[in-house]
């Protein structure tokens, strides 16, 4: 069984951003503590920094039914790829972004 790690790659007291390889692509996490609109200023200068260090698509799996992180992919630039089954066999889709 292969052992899945997240890795930070920005982490700030409001906001931590992960990457996971698993099946060929990268996936990026992101988990935030407080939202305001500086907040969101600051998370979207750093994200657009790392995506300018990244030479891979990035790959985010969203939920149908949460419209909050629908929002955000939207936000950071995400694009919707294909639908898919998680593993709890609930339907999920899968996004990405380049460059």
């Not at 992960?18 to 609109?37: M, P, Q, R, T, Y």
């Not at 992919?73 to 380049?98: A, E, H």
């Amino acid at each position: 069984m292969a052992v899945l790690t997240k890795i930070p790659v920005i982490y700030k007291k409001d906001y931590t951003v992960l990457f996971e390889a698993f099946a060929d692509k990268l996936w990026i996490h992101c988990k935030v503590n407080k939202w305001s609109k500086t907040i969101k200023q600051d998370l979207k200068h750093d994200f657009n920094t790392l995506m300018s260090l990244v030479n891979l698509p990035v790959f985010a799996l969203h939920d149908p039914e949460d419209l909050k992180h629908k929002k955000f992919l939207n936000l950071f630039g995400f694009v919707y790829l294909k639908d898919t089954l998680g593993k709890d066999n609930k339907p999920r889709q899968i996004f990405f972004r380049s460059k």
